[in-house]
């Protein structure tokens, strides 16, 4: 997919869906497209807006119903609009034209919305290193909402499909939606705290998950038991499935991160202290490990 192909993918999905928005638009207009000229729009460009500036970026809007409730617009604008079937281009400074009936400072902040959302689209597809977090993020929230059956819009998967991040303001709704599930979540069993492995704290636990729930352990050690040697495994990954698959369902930190990550994160620096076990990956995030062939 081209980088042009991605920008303009981006811009429809971010202000399709984009809740502030949304907010901004008059319900009777919709936002249909959005076309980038290039950086030699100056020469080239053949778009323009609705009152004639040519045009590097150019943004269409539908007005969706009866056009005849815009009459009271200028007659000039009712004819072109009606000519076009309610279709308006506008370029990201003429917000303010009064065809979309908004108030001073109602179009600044769309003008100030369109241009933070498209800078941000930039940002994305124009450093790799940004996009990779971005996803990496975004990948990671959508396997917890996954794993608590939480829905979500599909464009989110649709986007992530091809590569594509959501933008900063999706995540934020992505991540409300998870907060309110774990909200709901019962409270911490476990007094664990740690900030990676070296500072794991180990306080006497009288409420080990893994200790004082033989059910839950059985069906770890099985599942640990099953590992291949060798093969790099994501203890945060393992952390989510044994959880789900227990009756007992322990629940998450606010992190996000399941009771049982911790756990799983003394067993696993256990099984390497005796040698059974190789950290590969550890941080903050995730703890990625695989056993030895040799153990
Ligand atoms: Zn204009």
Redesign the pocket.
């Known amino acids: 997919m081209s980088q042009s192909v991605k920008a303009i993918l981006l811009m429809q999905n971010y202000l399709q869906h984009s809740k502030s928005f949304k907010g901004l638009t008059p319900k009777n207009w919709t936002f249909v497209a959005y076309d980038d000229a290039g950086e030699s729009w100056r020469n080239t460009s053949s778009l323009r ?5 040519l045009l590097r970026y150019r943004y269409t809007f539908k007005y969706i119903g009866d056009l005849s409730v815009i009459d009271n617009l200028l007659d000039a604008d009712k004819e072109d609009v009606r000519k076009q079937n309610g279709i308006v281009y ?2 990201e ?2 917000f303010n ?1 009064k065809i979309l009936g908004l108030s001073n400072e109602q179009s600044n902040n769309l003008v100030t919305g369109i241009k933070t959302i498209r800078q941000q689209a930039l940002r994305y597809l124009q450093n790799d290193e940004t996009l990779k977090k971005a996803l990496e993020a975004q990948r990671h929230l959508i396997k917890l909402l996954g794993y608590n059956k939480i829905s979500f819009p599909g464009y989110v998967n649709e986007l992530d499909q091809m590569d594509l991040p959501i933008n900063r303001e999706q995540m934020g709704e992505l991540q409300d939606l998870y907060e309110a599930h774990v909200q709901t979540m019962p409270r911490p069993r476990s007094s664990v705290r740690y900030r990676n492995l070296e500072e794991i704290e180990i306080t006497p636990r009288p409420n080990s998950i893994l200790q004082d729930d033989p059910l839950t352990a059985e069906l770890f050690l099985q599942r640990y038991g099953a590992i291949e040697a060798g093969k790099e495994v994501s203890a945060l990954e393992l952390a989510y499935e044994i959880d789900v698959q227990s009756p007992n369902h322990y629940g998450y930190y606010s992190s996000g991160k399941p009771y049982l990550y911790s756990e799983i994160v003394l067993y696993l620096d256990n099984e390497q202290r005796r040698g059974n076990v190789i950290i590969t990956n550890k941080g903050w995030d995730d703890i990625l490990f695989k056993k030895r062939r040799d153990a």
């Open positions: 807006c609705h009152c004639g500036k506008f370029g400074t003429c034209h």
